[in-house]
């Protein structure tokens, strides 16, 4: 494919410092992700994949809307977490997101990891937007030379039905709707949807509001009721335990930690 235009359409660095050794997060995200773990390692999985580790100072690379299972083990001398990471949403040519086109490794090798390292130090050291959003184009750069071409197309129906839970996460979204929409049967749906994404249509509705969820944690002041019904739980306290057993805390302590 020939490419003539990259735009960025989101782009957000975010970082993260904590002394919890074993955190399990389990999350769908709507961009795709590159964390490092700079003190302390990860693990991570992506949908039923096999779980690879990052070691010390090691990266992921995570495509949007795929489940990541991510396991954070502190750093034995310092005990503590400190990991970074970016998400970017690039589209190509105007009509292709980045990671729709192409499959890249999970564990970033080197010397992409250095080089990635390099644009991470610069990205997190600046307030710059115009600095930011070169490191941003350099990083998609590196991962276009780390990128393999899809063999074959992304699955239609799944993107169609990725693109409406997208729009409508806020919503009450029933299975027997979604499976109607793309013309086959609840059970066909069924198997291809967790085939694709790793997890069942409910289980992926769930995390991507969740993940969702964490992000206003974290870059607002509305109470955990309106982050809760805005999020698509119309019950609080489902929300919170769910929360709970995704990001092993609750969405006050996760709060606390993130902005301590």
Known sequence: MDIHKIDLKFCKKGNFL??????????????LSVAQAVKGSYEIALGNGRTHSTGAGGMFIAPSNI?????????PNEQQVFCRWVFIDAVINDIYRFDFLYDF???VP???RQQINEQ???LF?????????????????????????????????????????????AE????????????????????VFKKYCGSSPIAYINNYRLSLAAEHLINSDDTISEISDRNGFSDALYFSRM??????????EYRSAYRK
Request: aromatic residues 12%; glycine residues 2%.
């Open 243 to 252: 929360f709970r057993k995704n990001y092993g805390m609750s969405p006050r």
């Open 105 to 107: 490794p999970l564990i």
């Open 172 to 191: 009450e979204i029933r299975i027997a709707d979604l499976a109607k929409n793309v013309h086959v049967s609840e059970s066909h749906f069924y198997a």
């Open 110 to 112: 080197e010397p992409a």
């Open 18 to 31: 904590f002394k919890t050794e074993g955190l399990k997060n389990i999350k769908v995200l709507p961009w």
């Open 125 to 169: 050291a600046t307030d710059d937007p115009f600095e930011s959003y070169s490191c941003y184009y350099a990083i998609v750069a590196i991962l276009s030379r780390l990128a393999v071409p899809k063999e074959d197309s992304i699955h239609r129906r799944i993107q169609s039905t990725l693109a409406y839970i997208r729009q409508h996460y």
């Open 120 to 122: 991470f130090d610069r």
């Open 67 to 75: 489940q990541q299972t991510i396991i954070h083990h502190t750093d």
